[in-house]
């Protein structure tokens, strides 16, 4: 079955800098797309990265030119490189799968941004 373990979280200071991992099992990583979604309180969930199996990527316009969706494809794993961190990423980022129109999500790892 299709698991998504995401671990990387914490608590960072304003302008800090945090690398969250995503470990995926169950389904052929590599010729999927993975992405990086995130939920604050209150907020619904917001894409903040994509990436292709090709390598194309796509961010949310908030975290364009701070975050870096990258893959490890023998490892099985996804990562979001996060810099410059703000207050407003303070949210529960969650690793993502899609297949058939069908979205898998691991539990989510918290990420708190202090001021």
């Known amino acids: 079955q299709v698991q998504l373990v995401e671990s990387g979280g914490g608590l960072v200071q304003a302008g800090g800098s945090l690398r969250l991992s995503c470990a995926a099992s169950?389904?052929?990583?590599?010729?999927?797309?993975m992405g990086w979604y995130r939920q604050a309180p209150g907020k619904q969930r917001e894409l903040v990265a994509v990436l292709s199996r090709g390598g194309s990527t796509n961010y949310g316009e908030s975290v364009k030119g701070r975050f870096t969706i990258s893959r490890d494809n023998a490892k099985k794993e996804v990562y979001l490189q996060m810099n410059t961190l703000k207050t407003e990423d303070t949210a529960v980022y969650y690793c993502?799968?899609?297949?058939?129109?069908?979205?898998?999500w691991g539990q989510g790892t918290q990420v708190t941004v202090s001021s």
């Open positions: 993502n799968y899609q297949s058939f129109g069908y979205d898998y």
């Open positions: 169950g389904f052929i990583f590599s010729t999927s797309t």
